[in-house]
């Protein structure tokens, strides 16, 4: 049983005892691919190699999920807090997910203040956050279509949000209602994924003294929308709320902001045809 006020120490536990092994195989199999030959012969084994990293690599990002949940259930998240820009987080997360967004022919296009704007933040915890949110847009952008992560600076009520947008399903009544419940997305989780990565944005968010809210218009598009204080937290770890809420990002009353600027598209850039950059047709498939 998860303890009222703390880490579930089970789900801790696993964690940490998986991390020894989990390095062991990754850097075993890192060194025998090095030191394999490149003739013809050793290439299967090559691709093997290649295969189970892949691999490790991916339950490594599982177990970090675990631990940041346990963390954020427990409300024991700890942040290492400096001053960081704004706009260059959201630069490394489109990189980071570049391959992911190729892979399935969209188009990532940041856009962010043209002065540094910087934020009191625990920076690997905000890369985490934002790169679940830019690939849950990925998993569910149409291809030959743009997904835009824009930086926002809030200056009357100083924050900062990072919106991000895709063109796909948008998100049903029902999604809605439990879109931050793991426990109703884990008895799913057969059909569309863990649904993890929502929550653990959620949880770094709040620890921040921040929020994750979204907006669906079905069919049409989606967006995210992760707003921090730009001084940091008042309170380190503050708990997660039990409840979220859904609004339109017109009507957000904060939205007096700088307009800022594009940087450069990554991926396949959508085109309607004619080699011209144009309007995206939207998907009819539902969002799950």
């Not at 879109?179 to 109703?184: N, T």
């Not at 991926?267 to 004619?274: A, D, L």
């Amino acid at each position: 049983m998860t303890p009222k006020n703390g880490r579930d120490p089970l789900l801790a536990a696993i964690c940490h005892d998986l991390r020894a092994p989990l390095a062991a195989v990754t850097m075993g199999a890192n060194f025998v691919l090095q030191t394999t030959s490149n003739d013809e012969a050793s290439a299967r084994s090559r691709r093997i190699l290649e295969a189970m990293l892949r691999s490790c690599a991916q339950m490594e990002r599982l177990v970090r999920n675990f631990a940041d949940l346990s963390e954020i259930e427990g409300g024991s998240v700890t942040l290492r807090l400096g001053v960081h820009d704004a706009g260059e987080m959201a630069e490394l997360t489109a990189e980071a997910a570049a391959d992911s967004a190729r892979a399935k022919g969209v188009a990532i296009e940041v856009t962010k203040p043209d002065f540094s704007l910087t934020v009191q933040c625990d920076r690997e915890r905000i890369l985490r956050a934002l790169g679940h949110l830019l690939e849950n847009a990925i998993r569910f952008a149409p291809a030959q279509s743009k997904i835009s992560l824009q930086v926002t600076s809030l200056q009357k009520t100083q924050l900062v949000s990072f919106t991000i947008t895709d063109h796909g399903p948008g998100i049903s009544a029902e999604v809605r209602e439990n879109i931050f419940d793991r426990e109703w997305h884990a008895k799913r989780a057969s059909r569309v994924g863990t649904g993890f990565g929502l929550s653990i944005a959620r949880g770094f968010a709040s620890a921040h003294g921040g929020e994750l809210t979204f907006d669906s218009q079905e069919n049409v598009a989606t967006s995210f929308v992760f707003t921090i204080p730009v001084e940091g937290p008042r309170e380190e770890g503050q708990p997660v709320p039990s409840s979220a809420r859904a609004y339109s990002v017109q009507d957000d009353p904060r939205r007096e902001v700088h307009d800022g600027k594009t940087t450069r598209a990554r991926g396949r850039t959508p085109s309607n045809g004619n080699g011209n950059g144009g309007s995206v047709t939207p998907s009819r498939r539902r969002r799950p």
